[in-house]
Nanobody, 122 residues
């Protein structure tokens, strides 16, 4: 069983930045970790994923060049640095992990955090 705890959400104006954190316990068995988001009335969508062993990353087109996913293995922590935020980035952001699969499909992830709210005002 993997526990994931997110933090770092908040309210910012358009153009601002936020950094989300996700502490994983345990972390050494995770093959892939990712950030997803869900806005009211919309389906949960993948934002960024990282293969934990090699550090390879992948991003959704909507956030490329603005968001950066990274990990600190010593702290068992996953990060999402979000720059140049837009109102359409407003959503609840979730950290996810899986032992076997890696993709932007939420159904491929077996472990989820409780989420942290990000609100971007224009």
């Amino acid at each position: 069983q993997v526990q994931l705890v997110e933090s770092g959400g908040g309210s910012v104006q358009a153009g601002g930045s936020l950094r989300l954190s996700c502490v994983a316990s345990p972390s050494d068995t995770n093959y892939c970790m990712g950030w997803f988001r869900q806005a009211p009335g919309k389906e949960r969508e993948g934002v960024a994923v990282i293969y934990t062993r090699g550090g390879i990353t992948s991003y959704a087109d909507a956030v490329k060049g603005r968001f950066t996913i990274s990990q600190d293995n010593a702290k068992n922590t996953l990060y999402l640095q979000m720059n140049s935020l837009k109102p359409e980035d407003t959503a609840r952001y979730y950290c996810a992990a899986d032992h076997l699969r890696c993709s932007f499909y939420p159904s491929n992830f077996g472990y989820w955090g409780q989420g942290t709210q990000v609100t971007v005002s224009s």
